[in-house]
């Protein structure tokens, strides 16, 4: 299944297969009856028309006798071509296959979350104040992950630094922003998390 396969539907079936991806999401697809009722179909054959369609398409899956949309139908487009910052080429972009942020970032998962960004301290990494960071939470880390941590007396988003040295072992967070200091853990450094991604709304 790819995106093309969308591409081949008829315009009513576009429209069903999209109504159906917005009524229902992820979840098993309900009855014929439902669905007839919920789409403002007199019979619920017509529904088993647009399901056969959507089924030759592998759109849709069937699995212990419950229907669900094909997972790869969800999430953003992705295009083979690399976008350039000039003028669009309509013509040399071909669509490759949707893209699920969820499942890329995990974020299903009980372990990963996110949090709003803060401040400026990161900006060199490129996380910037009100940026919606994606966390795996974790309680190790390697030189060179931005982590979550709890440090001596509040949560911060820092560069962790590790460092062999004559005296042992030397731990520090480092900020991306030159303007601010860096923080040696004086009494409890207790590490939360690894970023993973981050989320901006324009």
């Known amino acids: 299944m790819n995106e093309n396969s969308v591409q081949k539907l008829s315009t009513k079936q576009k429209s069903f297969f999209e109504g159906l991806k917005k009524a229902y999401g992820k979840e098993p697809l309900p009855s014929f009856e439902i669905i007839a009722k919920e789409f403002g179909f007199k019979h619920k054959n017509s529904v088993w028309q647009y399901f056969k369609k959507l089924k030759e398409f592998e759109l849709i899956k069937e699995k212990n006798g419950k229907f ?76 060179g992950d931005i982590v979550l941590a709890y440090v001596d007396n509040g949560y911060t988003l820092k560069t962790f630094r590790k460092k062999n040295t004559e005296n042992g072992v030397k731990i520090w967070l480092q900020p991306e922003n030159p303007e601010y200091p860096i923080i040696e853990p004086k009494e409890i450094l207790t590490i939360f998390g690894v970023a993973t991604g981050i989320a901006r709304q324009l």
């Open 68 to 143: 669900f949309i094909n997972p790869e139908c969800f999430g953003a487009i992705l295009f083979t071509s690399a976008v350039r910052a000039g003028f669009a080429t309509v013509a040399e972009d071909s669509i490759e296959k949707r893209v699920s942020l969820d499942e890329n970032f995990d974020l299903n998962n009980p372990s990963v979350f996110m949090f709003t960004v803060s401040g400026d301290s990161m900006v060199n990494a490129g996380i910037f104040d009100g940026d919606k960071v994606i966390v795996k939470k974790t309680s190790q880390a390697k030189d």
